[in-house]
Structure formats: structure tokens, C-alpha cells
């Protein structure tokens, strides 16, 4: 596989918002232990004989975790802050580009991976457009979806209001009813679920209000003028639930969604 570094294609808010959190990335998406569930989920669906690419490959804080395991990754990522740290973990296997507008050749990738990769920022459909040109005939793409399901608690109520008014389109919606139509459009097969994992966190409204208030989550990331009212309202509203110190236990499951190109 060869993955030339071009400069971004569309740089902007994404790349300069993951720059300034790429210090604290890491540490505060739950480190090396959420790094390594998604590799042991990931890593027994991936050829270990074959290169991978992962796409939107962050701080490589996973990739690492798949090259522990046998597996040769190269990453792509907008962001140059998270590929500094994606760089001193993967060598130079790594490169600055844009999921929309891979700066890889078409037919050359046998699988690729994206973790949180669909939910923060790119076009949906851009991002699978380009991943069916690039894959091989057969090839797969895993992909790891930060949103998903949605929680359905409270507080997952609101934050779910507020994503679909930031993104009527839901052209960052990274779950399998949004993803299996626009794949099928580029000749991308949805197999279906290939590995699941229950997860449970603690949340207050409160942490959940301050969160959006310092970008942490992701739908409330580039936020501006208008939008900047919606997350203004929902963060009064989060404050307005009833006991919002109190964290909901909110129950989920990290999957694995998995894609392969039509032979
Ligand atoms: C939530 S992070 C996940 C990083 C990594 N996959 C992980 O699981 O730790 C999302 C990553 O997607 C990258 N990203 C956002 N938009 C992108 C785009 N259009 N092309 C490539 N990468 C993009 C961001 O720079 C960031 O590193």
C-alpha cells in the first residue's frame, strides 16, 4: 500500500479542533484501555499477512494497539496535531489527508479501519465514496462508531435533540441505518455487526453540560452562530433535568460494523 502525504484537502475547524485537544486526546477518551478493547475487537477480523489503513488514525493510540498484535498499519489523519503524536507511535507510516479525498490509489487497500472516525467531522458520504474507490475488490472496512445507537436516558434524549439539529442531514449519524444505505450506493456490502462489547459510563447532566461547553463531545464541535444557540439551550436544558449532579449509569456496547467492497 503507499500512501503519498499531500497537504490537507480541506483544512478548516475539524483539523484545528483536534489540534488544540491532541495533548489531552488520549487521556481523555479513556487512554490505552479503550485503545486496546477496540484492537482485540478489531484485530481477529483484519488478514495479519496484509498492510491496513486506518482512516482518521487520530493520535495512532489504536493502530499502535493493532500493531502490537501482529498487524502492519498506516494511518491518515487531517489533523497535523493528532499525527505528531500517531507519527512518534507508527514511524512513518503515517500521513496527513483527508477521509473525503484519500490520497490513495484506487483498488490498492485490502482493509481498512475506522475508530470514532464518522461521527467527528467528515461527510459520511464522502467518507464511503472514497473508502469503496480505494478498497480492492473483496477488500474490508471495520468500522468502530462513536455515536452508534443512541443512549435513551435523559440525558441521551437531549444530546440526541441537539445532533440531529446541528446535522439535519445526518451526514455525521455513524450508525448502521444511516451507513448501510449510502454504502450500498457505492457498492460497499454492510455484513452487519462482527463484534460487540458492552460498555457502561456514569454521567451527570452537569459534567455532560460542561463537556459541550469545552467541545469534548462531538456533535458540539464547530459550533457557531446559530448553533451556538442550540447548544446554549441544550446545555440550560441538561442544568434543568431533575438531580443533574446525579450520573446516569448509561449502558452500550462498542461494536464493530463491517464492510467489504463487491468482488
Ligand atoms: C475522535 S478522533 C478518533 C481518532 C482515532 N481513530 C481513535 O480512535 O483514537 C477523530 C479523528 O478523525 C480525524 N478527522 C476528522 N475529520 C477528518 C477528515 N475529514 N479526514 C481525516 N481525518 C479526519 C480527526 O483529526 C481525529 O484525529
Redesign the pocket.
Known sequence: MRVSTVA?S?PGR??AE?DDI?PV??ES?GGTA??AG?AEQLAPLLDPALPVL??????????AELTARGHTVHG????PG??ARARARLGARVAV????RLPVRTGSVDQAV????L????DNR??LAEVARVLRPGGRYLV?P?GGTRPTDDIGVLVGELEDRLDPEGSRRDGPEWLAPIAAAHGLVYEGTASERPTSFAVSPRAMAESLTRGLF?GAWAVDGEATRLVDETRARLLALPSPDTPRVRRGADVVLLFHREP
Not at 491518515?76 to 489533523?79: A, E, G, P, V, Y
Not at 475506522?114 to 472516525?117: F, K, N
Request: proline fraction near 4%.
Open positions: 490537507s480541506s475539524p483539523a483536534f491532541a486526546y488520549d477518551r479503550r485503545a477496540f486506518d482512516i482518521g488514525v487520530g493520535t495512532g493510540i489504536v493502530a491518515i489523519d487531517l489533523s493528532m499525527l489527508g483527508d477521509a473525503g475506522s475508530t470514532w472516525l461521527h467527528a467531522g467528515p464522502a467518507v468502530v462513536a462531538t
